[in-house]
């Protein structure tokens, strides 16, 4: 019993710290709005390791000429770019988009992505860091995903949001919240689409698995602030 009254005294001083807490921050911190994300334009280059980089172009989000062939992925997206690289003449291309908390579910980037009535069908497989959607179509094979700023990468919004609910997380953002800088959770995507040859993709493996650990782990050092 006693036991019991000294669990409920714990909860009860935790209960209102918390809400003192709350109130301090909305007296002495009032957020008139919801703290935004700054722009961000993707580099140039980025290097990756086996491979020669070949060039890169902005992303053309709004085609004004032709409104009907602009999909709702490029409608939320704030920027991208595509990069083309080598490897003894096999090319790989990788498609960049940032999204800030509207696309975080990649399955459904890559059925609003395309314009096309058939939707494509896609295989989760997990990895030491996170998760991505396989897409096997025209002779290519597409690995996607959203690089995440903590937990590595994710294709589900459940897991995205399930990773920012851990403790280290949110007490790293515990104070920028607090003070009205930045939002609780960091709901960010940068979307990464990896496609090579189906052929090259079956008979050497490692190539796709090391351009993508080296993609993921760069962008992880070189997140947008």
């Known amino acids: ?54 060039q890169s172009y902005a992303m053309t989000l709004h085609q004004e000429t032709a409104p009907a062939f602009v999909t709702s992925v490029d409608a939320q997206t704030l920027s991208g770019r595509h990069y083309q690289y080598l490897h003894n003449e096999i090319p790989l291309a990788v498609e960049m988009r940032y999204f800030v908390d509207t696309y975080l579910h990649v399955p459904a980037i890559l059925e609003d992505s395309t314009l096309a009535s058939r939707k494509p069908d896609y295989t989760v497989v997990e990895v030491p860091t996170g998760e991505y ?13 959203c690089i995440t700023q903590y937990g590595g990468t994710s294709v589900s919004d459940r897991m995205l949001r399930q990773r920012q609910n851990t403790l280290p997380v949110l007490s790293r953002r515990f104070f920028p919240w607090f003070l009205g800088q930045a939002p609780l959770r960091d709901l960010r995507c940068l979307w990464v689409k990896m ?26 050092k070189h997140y947008p602030d």
């Not at 036991?3 to 001083?13: A, F």
């Not at 911190?29 to 980089?53: G, M, N, V, Y």
């Not at 351009?211 to 760069?218: E, G, K, N, P, S």
């Open 133 to 145: 959607a396989v897409v096997k179509e025209f002779g290519k094979v597409h690995r996607s995903a």
């Open 1 to 54: 019993m006693k036991q019991w009254e000294s669990i409920r005294g714990y909860l009860l001083v935790a209960t209102l710290l918390g809400s003192v807490t709350v109130l301090g921050k909305l007296i002495f911190f009032p957020q008139t709005s919801s703290p935004d994300f700054p722009k961000f334009t993707f580099p140039t280059t980025i290097p990756l390791r086996e491979w020669q980089f070949v």
């Open 195 to 220: 496609a090579i040859d189906a052929r090259v993709a079956i008979d050497q493996p490692r190539l796709m698995d090391h351009a993508w650990l080296d993609w993921v782990q760069w962008w992880q």
